[in-house]
């Protein structure tokens, strides 16, 4: 691909990573976004599109317009919410959506950037409901990644960690994704006992180290889609935060609003926890896990590797968001 500026074909733009994205695309690219049915604001056109239906829902001309008048697509539509009731949408826009993406990419004879996750290298094998959920999600992940590896247009596939989100402003409520679902729990008072140690770990980075990124993958894939294809890790690695970090941040912000922090009980245990404390046992790892590989810094353009100096605000400001929900009222 050597349009410059290039023109991008952008799924899942109202999402928490698409909303971000598009309007650092828009201001050097003309943007395409595929929609259910209303406008995406800021990108330069819409298409109403079904992802879950063969051929996007597109008569076979609109589709061959659309392949005519896009160099590359981004994939950022996906649904992650873990619980079972996603358990059928995880199969229609997770696997359907990708492979029907990616066969408009092979229509379009473009090269793709798609957003996966570090659950597609992860298993949950215990049968509990919350395990159950988790799992269905990273098969479905797992399976989007082995479509785009058949492929044969060139595919870059980045596993995201966790994303820290520091704006109120953003698509969805952040306390309705892990961690912020901890932070919320945690700024309430209501945990009293967690199955973990404070030295157990999460891999997270700040969404806009995301966007920076991705950024720089779609610039890479213009210049060299080849050897830019395959697997990329968008990962705090070594920097990786701790449940120690978690318990700072949330006290400091308390503190700030004259309010104490409830320490809950840290209890380690193999044992499969209940509720959270469930949650949080799959979440995070323990001490001695080998942390998650990271290619962040890897890419021209892109972010430099993720510093622990870099996180921890990006960490506040989480823990900030999800208070100002619970404390509006309260001056900080």
Known sequence: MTTTPARILITGASGVIGSRLLPVLAARHRITALTRSRPVPGAHRSVPADLTAPGLGLTPADRDRLAGEIDLIVHCAGVSGFSLDNLELFEQINVRGTRHVLDLAMRADVPVVMLSSTSAAQHYLEP?????????????????????????????????????IGSAAEAADPRQQFPPVLLDSLLRGRVRRLPVSTEHWFDAIAVESLVEYTVAAIAAM????????????????????????????????????????????????????????RLVQLGLFAPETQPFPSTMGALPGGPERVRRADLLPALAANVDLVAQGLFPAVPV
């Open 128 to 164: 509990d409901p919350t395990s159950q959920a988790l799992q269905a999600y990273a098969d479905s992940k797992r399976r989007a990644e082995e479509l785009a590896q058949r492929c044969p247009q060139p595919v870059a596939m980045i596993r995201t960690a966790l994303l820290l």
């Open 222 to 277: 213009s210049r060299a889609a080849e050897s830019t294809a395959g697997v990329h890790w968008a990962t705090a690695g070594t920097a990786r935060l701790t449940m120690g970090d978690v318990l700072d941040a949330c006290s400091a912000n308390l503190d700030q609003r004259g309010k104490p922090l409830r320490i809950p009980e840290f209890t380690p245990t193999t044992e499969p926890g209940r509720g959270l404390g």
